[in-house]
């Protein structure tokens, strides 16, 4: 079964940048249809941040475009998150998704039939 365990949250001042990361437990991430972030913070919804499908195209929510990039590398296994100038209304617990459904670019949650267990992210 594949697992996804991220890493690298904590907490950042406001205008502070952060890289995200997300491992798979075995060679994984280059089978997937289609990777993303989502992030949840108290009181809110589930929000979708960015999705990456196979064929490199991406999306990306308004609220974290020309700050947030997506980006993945297969050889290791791993998706990337890089936030810069972080606001401290991008506090939330961010988890990484992996869809092994064939889809194209989605940010729909039922897509996704793996995810890690999330990392924190506090900005003061």
């Known amino acids: 079964d594949v697992q996804l365990v991220e890493s690298g949250g904590g907490l950042v001042q406001a205008g502070g940048s952060l890289r995200l990361s997300c491992g798979s437990s075995s060679r994984h ?5 289609c990777m993303a972030w989502f ?3 108290p009181g809110k919804e589930r929000e979708g941040v960015v999705a990456l499908a196979s064929d490199g195209s991406t999306w990306y929510a308004d609220s974290v475009k020309g700050r947030f990039t997506i980006s993945k590398d297969d050889l290791k ?7 810069n100038g972080l606001k401290p209304e991008d506090a939330a617990v ?5 869809s092994s459904r064939p889809t194209g670019l989605t940010l729909s949650v039922s ?3 793996y995810w890690g267990q999330g990392t924190q992210v506090t900005v003061s």
């Open 29 to 33: 991430t280059g089978r997937m249809y």
């Open 39 to 41: 992030r949840l913070a």
């Open 77 to 83: 296994d791993t998706l990337y998150l890089q936030m």
């Open 94 to 98: 961010y988890y990484c998704a992996a």
């Open 111 to 113: 897509t996704y039939n």
